[in-house]
């Protein structure tokens, strides 16, 4: 929503800028101040832009580190379904196809994050939180 509003205040600034420059007759140069102005756009919206992609990656980094933990429990569980007999072993399976299906979706989930434009990964942020979610209380 920052990011947003950051962005359509610069877009704003420069259609003022562009529109409010004063009309040449027959100069062809620019008026340095706008340029100024527009290079300062520029270099505001290059750096919200890097600040948020940054900030997006170390998100997915973050994420990554927690799906490999709940793989690792996942893993337990399979395990224990494995060894486990009768009634414990069908219900143990239940359970590891039940949270297979859960860490294929927060995979994919974190997939659709680290691909996420910079202005979009906001989105998708709470869908992963929800994936992880089920995935840590199906392997639990």
Not at 5 to 18: G, Q, R
């Amino acid at each position: 929503m920052r990011l947003a509003a950051i962005l359509s205040l610069a877009f704003t600034t420069t259609l003022l800028l562009l529109g409010c420059g004063t009309k040449s007759s027959s100069t062809t140069g620019t008026d340095p101040k706008v340029a100024d102005a527009k290079e300062k756009i520029k270099d505001a919206v290059d750096a919200t832009v890097a600040a948020a992609k940054s900030k997006r990656d170390e998100y997915a980094r973050d994420m990554q580190k927690k799906l490999d933990e709940l793989d690792a429990t996942y893993k337990d569980l399979e395990d224990r379904a494995a060894a486990a007999k009768d009634q414990d072993k069908k219900k143990l399976v239940e359970n590891v196809n039940a949270a297979k299906a859960k860490r294929d979706a927060a995979a994919r989930k974190l997939d659709e994050l680290k691909a996420a434009s910079h202005d979009r990964w906001e989105k998708v942020k709470e869908g992963i939180e929800n994936a992880f979610e089920d995935l840590k209380k199906a392997v639990h």
